[in-house]
């Protein structure tokens, strides 16, 4: 899925700030949702109740005391739980398929990533991703914020991004964001990206950023995700898999037409540096020649 959670939508409380309004007992009721919610997500409310040791009424008080308006908002909410707290193990322990069915995997795996595909491409804006790029020509600086293998990301859209001249900078290391962060400003235009529960680098290093006036953009999988409450927009792209890893069919299909429409927003510069790169491209000393 990929779609743009606005500025009203990512201030949503997160899971502590919203039992924090219950009465001790209450919280000890429901923490066991936030550490393990993948085991109460089917759940009906009568059922959770019992499994949590309480009875109906109660729990629902609890659900509505967090401001949920009913149970199956509630369960909409615990199933974006599940996806920020997913993990390798989940992915894999959730496969039907045998051990030892390779080629069963593969098809699976081929099947998730054309699903997630799917979701982005029925669920992008392209006028809201217009409005991003805009933002990217006419900041002072665009920086990119991501770690682990999100920094895979960070690179190929700075490689791109650099070649068709924005003045791009990336971190993906803790003191990196640190140094980049304290020099922002309220024109430049901060890009984080992280999935599931998100890096402390990259969340600390967009609050920071939006705290000295930059513009925030996310990139994330579920919109309980620190980058999507803290962000002032965020794009929401799922990474999910049957197999050990994320899958980033969806990501990599965001940034690429996210280049396609930077490329597009400036098209004679583009095509000039183009003819440029070209020259390079056919004789530059680069390319391996027989």
């Given amino acids: 899925m990929a779609k743009r959670v606005t500025n009203r939508q990512s201030i949503a409380p997160s899971w502590h700030e919203r039992i924090a309004g219950l009465s001790p007992k209450r919280q000890e009721l429901i923490r066991p949702l936030l550490e393990d919610p993948r085991s109460f997500l089917f759940l009906s409310i009568r059922a959770l109740a019992r499994k949590l040791g309480t009875d109906t009424a109660t729990m629902l008080r609890a659900i509505r005391g967090m401001g949920f308006p009913g149970y199956p908002d509630f369960r909409r909410y615990l199933h974006e739980l599940t996806i920020a707290h997913a993990t390798s193990l989940d992915s894999m322990l959730t496969s039907t398929t045998t051990a030892s069915d390779i080629p069963s995997h593969v098809r699976d795996s081929l ?85 599931h529960r998100a890096l402390r680098q990259t969340v600390e290093g967009m609050r920071q950023a939006k705290a000295k006036g930059a513009f925030c953009i996310g990139i994330t999988d579920t919109f309980v995700s620190p980058i999507a409450r803290f962000a002032h927009e965020c794009f929401i792209v799922s990474v999910e898999t049957c197999h050990f890893g994320d899958s980033y069919v969806g990501p990599m299909a965001l940034l690429d037409v996210i280049l396609v429409a930077c490329a597009n927003y400036r098209r004679r510069h583009t095509l000039a540096l183009a003819r440029e790169a070209a020259q390079e491209q056919q004789r530059g000393f680069r390319w391996y020649q027989d």
């Fill in 111 to 195: 099947d998730q990533d054309q699903k997630n595909f799917a979701s982005f491409r029925n669920t992008l804006n392209t006028k809201q991703l217009a409005g991003l790029v805009q933002r990217m020509w006419s900041a002072r600086r665009v920086i990119l914020l991501g770690g682990d293998l999100a920094s895979a990301l960070v690179f190929y859209l700075e490689h791109h991004l650099v070649i068709l001249g924005l003045p791009v900078f990336s971190a993906t290391s803790p003191g990196r964001v640190v140094h980049l962060v304290r020099t922002t400003a309220k024109r430049d235009l901060v890009l984080a990206i992280s999935f």
